[in-house]
């Protein structure tokens, strides 16, 4: 299986902070990566799909790049509502997440 | 409504069964490719089994022989059968949908989850 490895596994920031995650696929999978939020005892959201694309209704202070093994989920200025923990997923073979990154407030 | 709806969750003992529910509104299960994803407590997300709308199937090793995932067209309904459960099964589960959107495939419904106990 494709192993998926986020960075940090977990970050303080303030309301206003600009904020980024890394993800790192343990091969090549293109740009078949997702990005997902989840808030405590609820389902994850799909924030991003194909590495870059902003899923509907997601903010655009929500942004994403990369290819290959290395990707990147950005918050330009933090928001109340954008405290929980975001998880990557690649949907180049079997799916599976990163362990997921907790925005915490600083 | 859009939504997937599960059921069937509970405390059970090691060495038991049970049966999962996600019953979808809005369209039909048939015609995607339905994914249970399963949470342990303060842990990550696993897919442990997906049916694909063709009628073939994926289970995760760690529950390949125990799990069985099915579907009822009439009800708009898919299933996940558990057996001869195990502790590390103690998760809560998602039902999940996959969508190919445009330049890539992503879980774009999720129901709200439900929670299965495995403990004596």
């Known amino acids: 299986d494709i192993q998926m490895t986020q960075s940090p596994s977990s970050l303080s920031a303030s309301v206003g902070d600009r904020v980024t995650i890394t993800c790192r696929a343990s091969q090549n999978i293109g740009n078949y990566l997702n990005w997902y939020q989840q808030k405590p005892g609820k389902a994850p959201k799909l924030l991003v799909y194909?590495?870059?694309i902003l899923h509907s209704g997601v903010p655009s202070r929500f942004s994403a790049g990369g290819s290959g093994t290395d990707f990147t989920l950005t918050i330009s200025s933090l928001q109340p509502e954008d405290f929980a923990t975001y998880f990557c997923?690649?949907?180049?073979?079997?799916?599976?997440f990163g362990q997921g990154t907790k925005v915490e407030i600083k | 409504e859009v939504q997937l709806v599960e059921t069937g969750g509970g405390l059970i003992q090691p060495g038991g069964s049970l049966r999962l529910s996600c019953a979808a509104s809005?369209?039909?299960?048939?015609?995607?490719?339905m994914t249970w994803v399963r949470q342990a407590p303060g842990r990550g997300l696993e897919c442990v089994s997906v049916l694909y709308s063709g009628g073939g199937s994926y289970y995760a090793d760690s529950v390949k022989g125990r799990f069985t995932i099915s579907r009822d067209n009439s009800q708009n309904t898919v299933f996940l059968q558990m057996n001869s459960l195990r502790a590390d099964d103690t998760a809560v589960y998602y039902c999940?949908?996959?969508?190919?959107?445009?330049?890539?495939?992503?879980?774009?419904?999720w129901g709200q989850g439900t929670t299965v106990t495995v403990s004596s």
């Open positions: 809005g369209f039909a299960v048939r015609s995607n490719y």
């Open positions: 999940a949908r996959e969508s190919s959107l445009f330049r890539g495939d992503a879980f774009d419904l």
């Open positions: 194909a590495a870059s």
């Open positions: 997923q690649q949907s180049y073979g079997a799916r599976t």
